[in-house]
């Protein structure tokens, strides 16, 4: 198919320009102040609207194998799509866990089956229990890029410490659930002035700078690389930050609902915002804004976490943590950039390139089925494209949504900007901001 | 702030104002007398139900509210719901809606979670929802029932009507708290009812059983917990809570009892007019001696007789009242 995207902004890598973009057979064949429109092509009218690489999220629950009744890989492709992203990394806390070659294989063929790439992030441990390391290099010669244990961290240190050294050099990254269990046991909310009125365990937000400054330190003593998962707290994104200019081999994410909600929240003990790393202070939500606008998160990355509603139902303290997020990160991020202020090339860089290259789904990487994501959005480019409208303003809604689950947060919240095309592996997968 | 519980939910203390709880007391009062009658029972609830959820376990506060609604004439369907019934998959949602199905006015309701009434008052808009205790959070009536004794004693002290007095009594009034603060929710609605109302409340707990976060709690933390006996009107003994695993919040049970035990030998500390209070069920020889607790000082008998009209005055107001009736 061609598509023929007409005078939008078109944001490169460092630079925008208002422009025609011209897809043909799965890649970007042009990229010009005016192109001709060829016989057969489909005509997009993007004008006034931002045309950047497609989102890359490094972080979806997708839910299959096990729990098919929350999200199944083909659902959360739909969500993700219609959120603008081309690329998704299933997080392996699935039943059973994505630890071994068979079951990321299997979720590889069903991503294979949907209008996006699909990646495995696999788990670091066998059935990510946090005793035994799984087969890291058998699944990275699947493509395999990076491992987690998400859903928790690696508690023991020196588990952590095994795995960093035998990740280093088959060239995968690992990722981090940073919350010390310990610390966190039992807790459904951040630890602090609600909670203590609530009569609700904490989960206090050492939990989580503990472990990020353990695996600073661990990955000081390995020369390893750690991607810590959703940074919830201002103190986690300074010691990531400052592990960063030290030259150590770190990245970073957060996620949407810990800068666009806080702790608040959970005054009326609905579960919908119940989530690990819990939403934070009004402070720490304010610092994870400025961090974001300021370039220190590699990513944004959504921690989509579908859960179905006859768990979300039960009483805070029982029910499970997560919450959605694909289908609303976009206009969240736009907002916390400053809205009509954003930068759209930071507004790119988290929500695609930087995230294509923790994942390691760039033109450059060593990818095994997947086509190259986070790219500049020239001619050559593997067509995985997104359209944000920054005009439109649009109400989040429980009813609208793609995912099997209904577990979100943003029901009811105004939103500015949203994605109204997605090309994704040359296909027209969202026009007008509906699937096609 | 909620300035009077006609017609509302009554789910936590934290949001009333010294007005709506005293409306709470004045009317408490109306129903000790019908407790003192031959024939206990008033028509005040004739022809309404009113279910009794617990899904913890507890025999005082359900035989209190039960007795409480018989007394106004409330049909009571009492369910013996299991704290396992998540266990067997129901959600709280449809165990509610299932009650609901059978036509009810109110619930009463115990869950080990906190904030499960609070859902409960989402899930059925149409009733009427007594917090009877969730989790750590609150138990409404217990904090409405002790300020209720401690205002009955001090008015007859000065031999006037508690009503009268409203919250006069209060005033500067010196409440030590003393125990398992952090999974107590009888110390959650106790320092909501007793700052509202102007008493002074400072609280007395090992290290390890003070709330985290404290700093926005209206209360002083005492360190001396001798020296604040010799400065309290009112002593509040919590229980503590074994069954929530606070046997490894303290390095042990004698040491507790050292430490911040009510002993016979502290309470020689109290001034000779101080009232000691507890919720129970109490751990006699832990958080309280024997003799203490049997002591004329002591009111504990007392506040559990309280009970039945505090609550009987939280059903009426709050099932009866239309938001409308109350005076503006």
């Known amino acids: 198919m061609t598509y023929l995207l007409r005078q939008g902004l078109v944001v490169h890598s460092s630079s925008t320009r208002v422009a025609d973009v011209l897809v043909s057979e799965g890649r970007i064949v042009d990229v010009a102040t005016t192109i001709e429109l060829p016989r057969g092509a489909d005509e997009i009218d993007v004008q006034g609207c931002w045309v950047g690489p497609g989102f890359v999220d490094v972080h979806t629950h997708l839910r299959e194998p096990g729990r098919e009744a929350a999200e199944t890989i083909e659902s959360g492709a739909r969500a993700g799509a219609v959120g603008g992203y081309c690329a998704l990394v299933a997080m392996p806390n699935t039943e059973p866990a994505l630890d071994n070659v068979a079951l990321v294989s299997y979720v590889l063929d069903k991503g294979a089956r949907t209008p996006l790439d699909v990646a495995v992030a696999g788990a670091i441990s066998q059935g990510r229990e946090g005793l035994h390391l799984a087969p890291l290099a058998e699944m990275a010669a699947l493509g395999v890029r990076l491992f987690t244990d998400d859903g928790t961290g690696v508690q023991d240190p020196s588990l952590m410490r095994r795995a960093l050294e035998y990740a280093r050099p088959l060239g995968v990254r690992l990722a981090q659930h940073c919350e010390d269990e310990s610390l966190a046991a039992g807790g459904s909310m951040n630890e602090g002035v609600i909670s203590s009125r609530l009569g609700l365990v904490g989960r206090p937000a050492l939990a989580e700078e503990l472990m990020v400054l353990r695996d600073i330190e661990l990955v000081r003593l390995t020369g390893g690389s750690v991607h810590f998962l959703h940074l919830s707290t201002a103190r986690s994104v300074a010691m990531v930050s400052a592990a960063r200019r030290e030259g150590l081999d770190v990245t970073c994410e957060v996620a949407p609902h810990h800068f666009s909600l806080d702790e608040s929240a959970c005054a009326g003990f609905d579960a919908q915002f119940k989530v690990h790393p819990p939403l934070r202070t009004v402070e720490d939500a304010i610092a994870l804004r400025q961090a974001l606008r300021e370039g220190m998160f590699d990513a944004v990355a959504t921690d989509h976490a579908p859960h179905s509603p006859e768990l979300k139902d039960r009483a805070f303290d029982e029910a499970p943590a997560g919450m959605l997020g694909l289908e609303h990160a976009a206009a969240l991020t736009y907002e916390a950039l400053g809205g009509p202020d954003a930068d759209p090339l930071r507004f790119f860089e988290v929500m695609s390139r930087g995230p294509a290259r923790v994942a390691q789904l760039r033109a450059g990487d060593v990818r095994v089925r997947h086509s190259a994501h986070g790219g500049d959005v020239s001619v050559g480019d593997d067509a995985n494209l997104t359209v944000f409208d920054p005009r439109q303003r649009w109400t989040a809604s429980r009813e609208d949504l793609q995912s099997r689950a209904r577990n979100t947060p943003y029901d009811g919240r105004s939103l500015i900007g949203r994605v109204t095309t997605t090309i994704a592996k040359g296909q027209l997968v969202v026009h007008e901001g509906k699937l096609v | ?328």
């Open chain 2, 1 to 328: 702030m909620i300035t009077s519980i006609r017609g509302r939910n009554l789910l936590t203390l934290d949001q009333l104002s010294d007005a709506a709880i005293l409306e709470v007391l004045d009317t408490a009062e109306l129903f000790v007398e019908v407790n003192q009658r031959t024939i206990k029972k008033v028509p005040a609830l004739k022809g309404r139900v009113v279910a009794s959820l617990f899904f913890e376990e507890s025999t005082r506060t359900r035989l209190s509210f039960e007795t409480a609604a018989k007394r106004l004439s409330a049909d009571v369907l009492s369910l013996a719901v299991a704290s396992s019934s998540v266990k067997k998959g129901e959600s709280l949602r449809d165990t509610i809606a299932t009650i609901d199905a059978l036509g009810i006015d109110a619930v009463v309701m115990r869950h080990s979670s906190s904030g499960a009434a609070h859902q409960v008052g989402g899930y059925v808009p149409h009733v009427r929802v007594i917090n009877a205790g969730d989790g750590l959070h609150q138990h409404p009536t217990q904090g409405l029932l002790d300020v209720f004794t401690v205002r009955q004693v001090l008015a007859e002290r000065a031999h006037a009507k508690g009503s009268e007095t409203g919250k006069e009594m209060f005033a500067g009034l010196h409440v030590l708290i003393v125990g398992d603060i952090r999974h107590s929710r009888v110390a959650r609605s106790d320092i909501s009812a007793y700052t509202a109302l102007g008493a002074d409340v400072r609280i007395a707990a090992p290290g390890t059983l003070r709330p985290a976060s404290l700093e926005e709690w209206p209360v002083r933390v005492v360190d001396d917990f001798d020296e604040a006996l010799e400065w309290a009107d009112v002593v509040g003994v919590l229980r503590l809570q074994r069954e929530r695993g606070t046997g490894s919040f303290v390095p042990s049970l004698a040491e507790f009892t050292e430490t911040y035990g009510l002993t016979s030998e502290r309470a020689r500390r109290l001034r000779p007019s101080a009232i000691i209070m507890h919720p129970g069920p109490m751990n006699r020889g832990v958080e309280i001696d024997s003799a203490v607790a049997d002591s004329p000082a002591a009111v504990i008998e007392r506040q559990v007789s309280n009970g039945v009209p505090i609550r009987m005055a939280a059903l009426y107001l709050s099932v009866n009242g239309t938001a409308e009736e109350t005076p503006s």
